[in-house]
Structures are given as structure tokens and as C-alpha cells.
């Protein structure tokens, strides 16, 4: 049976309710939307779009490396994300000068390849066919259970209380790291803190969104909020915003398609971004 | 081993195009590139899938979507130079099209796409045929040449573009044709080491020569160097350990590389 569109838009949100699936997956998605858009706020701001996509695809490695030893593949996601959080771990703080950012890309996009290459050798290890790759690379929003909506409610929740806690110093510390090491702030603890974060973030939000679409909600709502206010609690606020508008239009969508959520989520995402851009452009004309 | 006809040939292809990888790679990681290089290797899978979509030669898609993607963000950014937010909202976005290509290909009566898929993004270094790792290895050897050519304008526009402007070099120009070569570069290693995988070879034998040497000369052989002693290493790995794909164990001895630099190197500020 394929949904199709009604001219009653009313009969079209209820049909959207009637099937538990879909009820799981406006409740998951609304939990990501939440999460990725306030640590993605963070994460723009701080130019660390490549650790955040190196992060995201580890949870390729992370699975297949859980599927071949037997392990319980959630655990594999944090297990893979929190190790690369570590080894990305930057000196942000003390390398404002162009040859310590270099060596930070380069330590980033080697982590990135040489997971992406265990990940591969596990796969062939264990004779896996390939259609469980591209679950794992693009996800499957439709097939969330009530037990994984609860794990990521509490992982959405823990992270976004310890961002909230750190807001400030972070904020200072993003934007002005010497200011922040001058004040006697732990700069280092909270580079360090701030990745650790974003991979939890990251391994919740990948099992459901898949590993490379993950990235879509955690830039694109942010980099477009930061286009219309540079105010951090507006920008905030605006980034959520974005971030709901984009996944619950995007699974409206696709449950009345035959084609993929990822797409849809991707493609409003950037959407969202154009507009913010674009109304920025036409603001400065005036 | 050399007796195989697919060795030979993914020996002739993989040292070319390591050889390129790691000309290129030095540059661009003194340039700060490495985030384009990962957006430009995902766009060249998103290629892929489209040709085969649309029906064209898989090649075609890479060439076309890498160089469209290439020339946009060095058109977007400034300079040159795209900005980090620019570069993640539009690969996110392209790599939505990818999925909803895949999805387009699997309703579609033709079947069998798993695979393609799978050496696309990993790439089948030992599947290449005579003819496709001649062109290869002629495709790495004159990227590799162009850069040799271009050498000493594009070093002193990367290093100082204000001074290379006042010297008449066209810095910007420079720019745009790098981000051509780092897009050919990508699209014709996408189908040796795949398209997820190249990143490593362009950044890390880079970073490694990086670490090692401050002078440009010596770092770009040493760069070169790296990459295809990588190759050879990964590709007889694999040959001998049947488990072990070769594109994971090219990139593993890259990364090893780097690794070892790194530590050899201690935690002295790196030179750029």
C-alpha cells in the first residue's frame, strides 16, 4: 500500500499518525533535529565541519568492526566515534597560525580514511554482502523501535545539559581561544570536551539517520541560522527551528514518496540555507 | 606475483596515480584544502551512481561532477577558496541526490547495484582492465606534470598571494585551475582506491612530507615517495593476505607513514 496525498491536508497529517513507524520516526527525528542543530551551532562556529563529517562517517567502522566480533553494533558506533574524538583532539587553542591548522586537517582526514579503511578490511573479514553498507551509510529513519527512541532521548538529553552547562565558557572559548586562557578557563578540557560531545551526538543521531546524512542536519541548520543572527541565543533558538522544520517536512514528505527521507532531509537542508543566504544578500543591498 | 596480467596492470595504474595523489596532496595540504578533498571525493561517488543512472561510461559521471563541483567552489569562495560551511552544506546536500540516485537505480529493472556501488566507493584496483590502467597511469603522469610545470607560481601563490599578484602571476586563476587538477586527480584515483578512501592518500603522504621537511622540493619528492611506496607496499600486501583489499592496505601503510612522522617529529610545532 502507497500513501497518497489527499486534497483534505487534515486527512494527510492524521494518515501521517496512524502507523506506529511513523510515530517513532517524527519522535526520532524530532530528538535529532533538537540535538545535532544546537551542538551543529556549536561545531560551525568553531570551523570544525571536517572533524564533524569525520566523525559522522566513523560510524561505518564503528559497525562493521561490532558485527564482526559479535559486539552490540550502538556500542561499536560510540566506541569508534569517541576513539576518533580523541585523536582529533586539536590544540585549537595554542595554533591560530595557518601551519597548526594545517597539521589539524591533516591528523582529521588521515583518522577519517584510516577508519574508513578498517571498516572496509572488517567488512571483507567478515564476508558481509553490501546491502548492510548502505544501510549503514544512509540509514533508515522508518525502522527506529521505541527502545532506540528512549536510548537517544537520554543521550540527547545528557549532551544538550552538559552543553548547557559549559555554554559560556565555550562560547569564549570558540571565539576567542587567548581571551579564554588569559580568564584561566581549562581551553584544552573543553576543545577536547566539545569533540567528545559532538561524537556522541554523532553515534546517537548516525544510527538512525545513517552515517552520511547525519552531517546535513548538523551543518546546514546551524551555518544557515549563523547567516541570518550572529547572536548566540537567537542563533541558537533559529537553528533548532531550522533543524524541525527541515526533518518533520522532510519525513511528511518522504512517507508519501517512494523515495528516500535522506534526499528529502538533504535537500530542504540546503534549501534552508539558500533562503538564509539569500535574505542576508538582500538585506545588505538595502 | 608479477606473472598475473591484473597485478601489472594495477601496478601501473597505482603508481601513477600515487604519484599524482602525492604531488597534489602536498599542495593541498599547504594550501588547507583537505575539507574540498573530502567534499570532492564523496561528490565523485554521487557521479558515479549518476552515470549509471543516466547510462553513460562510469567515468564520465566522475569527470563531469568532480569538475562542476570544483569549479563551483572555487567560483563560491574567496579567493579561491570556499568557505568551511559552504563546502559542508552543499556536499550534505549532494550526497542526498546520491542516495536518492541509489534509490532511483534500485526501483529501476536493472539490478546488480551493490556492487558497482561498492567499488566506487572503495574502489577494485585488481579489477581494472589493460586499456583503463594505461589511461590511468597517462591521466596520473600528466597531472603530475602540469604541477611540475606550474611549479614555482603556484608555490609562491600559495605561500604569498599579494606578492605573486604584484609579480603579474594570476593567484586567483591559479586557484580555480588547482581545484580542476585536485578534481581530476579525484575522479581518476576514485577508481583504484575508491572514492571514500583517496582522501588518506592525498593527506597523508602530504602531511608526512610536511612534518619531515619545511623545503618545498624535497617535501613534494618526499610526498611523491611516500604515495607510491604506500602503493607498492599496499598492493603486495594484499596480493599475499587474500583477506586484506588492497585499498585498505594502501591507505593503512599511509597512515603509518603519517603516524610515524608525527612521532618522529614529537609535538615540535609542525612547518609550513
Known amino acids: 500500500m502507497t500513501p497518497t496525498l489527499s486534497p483534505n491536508p487534515i486527512t494527510d497529517l492524521n494518515a501521517l499518525f496512524t502507523f506506529p513507524f511513523m510515530v517513532n520516526a517524527l519522535e526520532a527525528g524530532t530528538i535529532v533535529a533538537v540535538l545535532a542543530a544546537v551542538v551543529g551551532w556549536y561545531m560551525v562556529l568553531r570551523r570544525q565541519s571536517f572533524a564533524g563529517h569525520t566523525l559522522s562517517v566513523m560510524a561505518f567502522p564503528g559497525a562493521a568492526g561490532a558485527a564482526l566480533i559479535g559486539l552490540p553494533s550502538t556500542l561499536g558506533y560510540y566506541l569508534a566515534c569517541g576513539g576518533a574524538a580523541l585523536l582529533m583532539r586539536s590544540r585549537r587553542w595554542s595554533i591560530r597560525s595557518r601551519s597548526g591548522s594545517q597539521t589539524e586537517t591533516v591528523t582529521i582526514a588521515t583518522v577519517q580514511t584510516l577508519g574508513l579503511a578498517a571498516g572496509f578490511l572488517f567488512l571483507s573479514l567478515n564476508n558481509a554482502v553490501l546491502g548492510g553498507t548502505e544501510t549503514l551509510l544512509f540509514g533508515t529513519f522508518l525502522g527506529v523501535s521505541r527502545g532506540q527512541v528512549l536510548a537517544l532521548l537520554i543521550v540527547a538529553l545528557v549532551v544538550l545539559a552538559l552543553i548547557a552547562l559549559a555554554a559560556r565558557p565555550l562560547l569564549l572559548e570558540t571565539i576567542d581561544p587567548e581571551a579564554a586562557r588569559a580568564r584561566g578557563l581549562p581551553v584544552a578540557l573543553l576543545d577536547a570536551g566539545f569533540l567528545l560531545l559532538l561524537a556522541a551526538a554523532v553515534a546517537a543521531t548516525s544510527q538512525i539517520t545513517g552515517a552520511l546524512l547525519v552531517f546535513a542536519l548538523l551543518v546546514a541548520p546551524a551555518a544557515a541560522a549563523q547567516q541570518v543572527t550572529m547572536r548566540p541565543a537567537l542563533g541558537l533558538v533559529l537553528s533548532v527551528v531550522f533543524a524541525l522544520a527541515i526533518v518533520w517536512l522532510g519525513l511528511g514528505i518522504a512517507y508519501f514518496s517512494i523515495y528516500p527521507v535522506g534526499f528529502y532531509v538533504t535537500s530542504i537542508a540546503f534549501a534552508v540555507y539558500l533562503a538564509a543566504r539569500l535574505a542576508r544578500t538582500v538585506k545588505r543591498a538595502r | ?272
Not at chain 2, 583537505?34 to 559521471?61: M, S, W
Not at chain 2, 541526490?97 to 577494485?124: K, Q, R
Not at chain 2, 586527480?185 to 571514500?196: F, I
Open chain 2, 1 to 272: 606475483m608479477f606473472t598475473h596480467e591484473f597485478v601489472r596492470n594495477a601496478y601501473l595504474a597505482g603508481t601513477f596515480i600515487a604519484l599524482a595523489c602525492g604531488i597534489t596532496g602536498w599542495f593541498v595540504v599547504l594550501r588547507g584544502q583537505l575539507f574540498a578533498g573530502d567534499a570532492l571525493t564523496h561528490v565523485a561517488f554521487v557521479g558515479a551512481i549518476a552515470a549509471a543512472v543516466l547510462g553513460f561510461d562510469e567515468r564520465v559521471g566522475l569527470f563531469v561532477l568532480t569538475l562542476l563541483v570544483a569549479g563551483g567552489m572555487a567560483l563560491l569562495g574567496r579567493r579561491g577558496q570556499a568557505d568551511d560551511a559552504v563546502i559542508g552544506t552543499v556536499f550534505a546536500w549532494i550526497l542526498g541526490i546520491g542516495v536518492f540516485l541509489l534509490a532511483v537505480l534500485a526501483t529501476s529493472a536493472s539490478g546488480g547495484t551493490g556492487v558497482s556501488a561498492a567499488n566506487t566507493l572503495f574502489g577494485s584496483i585488481y579489477s581494472l582492465t589493460p586499456g583503463g590502467s594505461r589511461l590511468a597511469a597517462a591521466i596520473g603522469l600528466a597531472v603530475a606534470l602540469a604541477i611540475l610545470t606550474a611549479l614555482r607560481p603556484l608555490l609562491l601563490a600559495t605561500l604569498d598571494a599579494e606578492l605573486a599578484v604584484i609579480r603579474g602571476i594570476p593567484a586567483r586563476m591559479l586557484a580555480v585551475a588547482f581545484l580542476v587538477v585536485l578534481a581530476v586527480v579525484t575522479a581518476e584515483s576514485t577508481q583504484a582506491v575508491g572514492a571514500l578512501l583517496l582522501l588518506g592518500l592525498l593527506a597523508a603522504p602530504g602531511g608526512a612530507a610536511h612534518r619531515l621537511t619545511t623545503r618545498p622540493y624535497r617535501g613534494i619528492a618526499l610526498s611523491a615517495l611516500i604515495a607510491v611506496l604506500a602503493m607498492w607496499g599496499g598492493l603486495a600486501l594484499s596480493y599475499e593476505i587474500a583477506s586484506l583489499p588492497p585499498s585498505s592496505a594502501i591507505i593503512g601503510l599511509a597512515g603509518a607513514a603519517y603516524a610515524a612522522a608525527t612521532v618522529l617529529t614529537g609535538s615540535r610545532a609542525p612547518n609550513g
